[in-house]
């Protein structure tokens, strides 16, 4: 098996979601960086919101399920999921951003430095989270 887990109220929302907005997430790096691809295939749309709410959403329900959140309050807890995620999407954005007026006008360069930044970016965020766990659950013990 490749690690999928049941279909369980809990891993739809605090894994599945999450999983299906990191596919989101690549996707709204290549649309940042090479916009002429989505172009290509919707002519008629922006993708860019769809793809952002679709990041939102997800990693914001992965940071409400992070271990070290579950000992502060829900309303702090919400809050502080919906800021770590927008932190995350919007700073990501916002490097592709920089990074594609940065580089010349490769569209292949820039889709592939779309994905390879992405992918840097959110193992960054994953390991913080899980060293922020981990320090809890050492607290614990």
């Known amino acids: 098996m490749i690690g999928l887990k049941p279909a369980t109220k809990e891993n739809i929302l605090y894994y599945y979601m999450p999983l299906q907005s990191m596919v989101s997430y690549a996707a709204l790096s290549v649309n940042v960086m090479n916009p002429s691809i989505a172009v290509r295939y919707l002519p008629k ?34 809050a502080f999921s919906i800021c770590g995620s927008v932190l995350f999407s ?11 007026s940065a580089i010349a006008r490769n569209k292949s360069l820039a889709t592939a430095l779309g994905l390879s930044s992405g992918f840097i970016m959110a193992k960054l965020t994953y390991d913080y989270l899980d060293s922020n766990d981990k320090q809890v659950v050492a607290k614990k013990n």
Do not use: E, I
């Open 90 to 100: 919007f700073g990501s954005v916002l490097v592709w951003a920089v990074l594609r």
């Open 45 to 78: 749309r922006d993708v860019t919101n769809f793809l952002l709410l679709h990041t939102l959403f997800g990693t914001t329900l992965y940071f409400y399920s992070r271990p070290h959140l579950a000992v502060v309050s829900n309303k702090r807890r919400v």
